[in-house]
């Protein structure tokens, strides 16, 4: 089974960018079909903001597309979230998630990032 752990998130100016890591650990993270998260403060559910499945597709959510870029680096085993021109409303817990290929069903999750974007 894999193990996410995301990193790179933090505070940033409206307009700044950052790039988000999710670092993959007891397997191959190239097996899995992946997706980034979001949680906002006070809400229970988690959208997902970016995909990336074995075949290379990148499916993104309106709210991002243009602005965050998902990416892999098989060599380090690391997904990487690149978020750019922030606004506000990207403020939330970013999490990774891994699931099998098939059917992507997200079964291993990170820990998540907090990432706050000020006006």
């Not at 700044?16 to 992946?34: K, P, V």
């Not at 809400?43 to 499916?59: F, I, M, Q």
């Not at 959510?61 to 690391?78: L, Q």
């Amino acid at each position: 089974q894999v193990r996410l752990v995301e990193s790179g998130g933090g505070s940033m100016q409206a307009g700044g960018s950052l790039r988000l890591s999710c670092a993959a650990s007891g397997d191959d993270i190239s097996n899995y079909c992946i997706g980034w998260f979001r949680q906002t403060p006070g809400k229970e559910e988690r959208e997902e903001v970016a995909g990336l499945d074995t075949d290379g597709r990148t499916p993104y959510v309106d709210s991002v597309k243009g602005r965050f870029t998902i990416s892999r680096d098989n060599a380090e085993n690391t997904v990487y979230l690149q978020l750019n021109s922030l606004k506000p409303e990207d403020t939330a817990m970013y999490y990774c998630a891994a699931g099998n290929p098939e059917a992507c069903q997200f079964e291993y999750w990170g820990q998540g990032i907090m990432v706050t974007v000020s006006p």
